[in-house]
DNA sequence: CTCCAACTGTGAGATTTCTCATACTTACTG
DNA sequence: CAGTAAGTATGAGAAATCTCACAGTTGGAG
């Protein structure tokens, strides 16, 4: 993690993503710009984080890593949003882990200048509970897909969520953590799928949507 | 759903759990107090809530209800806390459902009347981050402990956590619901316990405790 | 007191998912 | 360019979980 000093691109990023729009107050002045190199922590889970960043360009990914140390991903992180919220708002409780995926660039906060003030910012107040809000419906609705579906289903809508033009080519060790199934049965129902006639394969770790009908078909649950 | 019009009895409750420390103005002539029966619903799904409801006593259950129609019992919730606050802070989204377990005392605000009011107030927004906060947490947590373990140490750590004086005696229908099973593989865990002697059968509907530490251990993931 | 819906309980067979073993390929590091 | 870690790929057998079918029990509602 790396801080940039170009002062005029610091203020074009605060522009561009209305950043100052969040708070009461001018931040302007305690604001500055990181960049995250891919796969560096933006916030482990073993110590609580400096800053409340705001994620405006890159991928992040949220881990949980359960007590008998199995590691688990939870959720992604698309520009623009906020990370490190939680641990802002409830200092005692344990974080999480986020690490980049892609290259990243945030704009940051320092915790300890800002907290007290922050937290009597009822515009700032507002925007984390809509945030909140709408992570947790996306959180509960992703579980309950999760237990009350089976991985074709979830699959499905998984590669139709991440398809760019037709072509799915996500890396299957990231999506089998993703999804919460191993690696092997991943590949398998993958195989379905392509005996199935649904995707077929192009080149080395790339995949092309043969019947998006019937993926939709099978995401919306109605299992052939 | 029946409004209790008892004023001393409102008063007293609104004290007792200190309902007005969360806001900055003063919400008693506009807070009113419900009774709900057993069973009955808190919040549809189907409807936009019209209160802000602060449960005080009775225990509810938050359900939801997946596009293809399945029901999934997602979580508790214990007094003293919030219902509605999803719906009120973004009430574009689709509400969940809230039902009582047994019947319920509710603090209730017309959310038409303070809606703006609470949206601008600094002290009942930190109120509702923190609480989002953790219940963000604790649903994090739980799906993940879903997706990365079996269902023995969910239901050893389920056991141990509603258990009262070394009996266990919930509602086999409730639980599978919640921990996600069918209620077939809950009977057929439940006799793999009795058999390998950690609990014993103690009447019609309740479990007597045997080997407490070996629950433990099977919670905490460490399976023989 | 009777009846009905909801809950409890069990068997059998099918499906989903996991673990482990084993190769091959790719991408990066020195 | 050799070496190595990470990713891809597949088989086989085991474990977890589901569906369905069927019966007995229980706790209210009338």
Redesign the pocket.
């Given at each position: 993690m790396e801080e940039i000093f170009n002062l005029a691109e610091k203020q074009r990023l605060i522009d561009q993503n209305h950043f100052e729009d969040l708070f009461t107050t001018d931040i302007r002045p305690l604001t500055k710009l990181f960049r995250m190199p891919a796969n560096s922590f933006i916030i482990k889970s073993t110590s609580q984080p400096q800053y409340l960043f705001y994620l405006i360009k890159g991928r992040a990914k949220l881990y949980d890593v359960t007590a008998n140390g199995k590691t688990m991903l939870i959720d992604f992180f698309t520009p623009p949003c906020f990370i490190g919220e939680m641990e802002l708002i409830d200092p005692t409780g344990d974080p999480f882990s986020v690490q980049a995926i892609g290259d990243c660039l945030c704009l940051a906060l320092p915790i300890h200048r800002i907290q007290k003030q922050l937290l009597v910012d009822p515009i700032f107040l507002k925007h984390i509970c809509l945030y909140l809000a709408h992570k947790n419906t996306r959180n509960i609705r992703v579980a309950s897909k999760n237990?009350t579906?089976?991985?074709?289903e979830r699959l499905a809508a998984f590669i139709l969520m991440t398809e760019h033009n037709g072509v799915y080519k996500e890396?299957?060790?990231?999506v089998?953590e993703f999804l919460?199934?191993?690696?092997?049965?991943?590949?398998?129902?993958?195989?379905e799928f392509m005996d199935a006639g649904l995707l077929s394969?192009q080149g080395?770790?790339s995949y092309l949507i043969q019947d998006r009908q019937e993926l939709e078909r099978i995401a919306e649950g109605n299992?052939s």
């Open positions: 237990q579906s089976t991985l074709s890396k299957h060790t990231e089998s919460g199934v191993s690696y092997r049965h991943l590949l398998y129902v993958l195989r394969k080395h770790r299992q």
